[in-house]
């Protein structure tokens, strides 16, 4: 009980840290609204996630199947 619990707060701490180090910068240069940190003007172009969001549903989709007919075969395999 105790490891299971202690795996739950490095979860939730692990979380938590990645999820502030991946936040989005605030505006750096007094409301210009290029978000740079330190005034850079950083001009890098974003990468499109939308570009491959159907592969990224499909194969979710595909592990999802995956998995339950592996639970099942192996509970209906445990009853006989």
């Given at each position: ?18 999820f502030i180090a991946f936040a989005q910068p605030g505006d750096g ?52």
């Amino acid at each position: 009980m105790k490891n299971n619990v202690l795996k739950y707060y490095i979860a939730t701490l692990c979380f938590c840290c990645t999820f502030i180090a991946f936040a989005q910068p605030g505006d750096g240069n007094g409301g210009t609204g290029d978000g740079a940190l330190e005034g850079g003007g950083d001009t890098t172009p974003t990468a499109p996630i939308s570009d491959y969001l159907w592969v990224l549903a499909l194969v979710g989709l595909v592990f999802a199947v995956l998995k339950l007919r592996t639970l099942y075969k192996n509970d209906f395999q445990s009853k006989d």
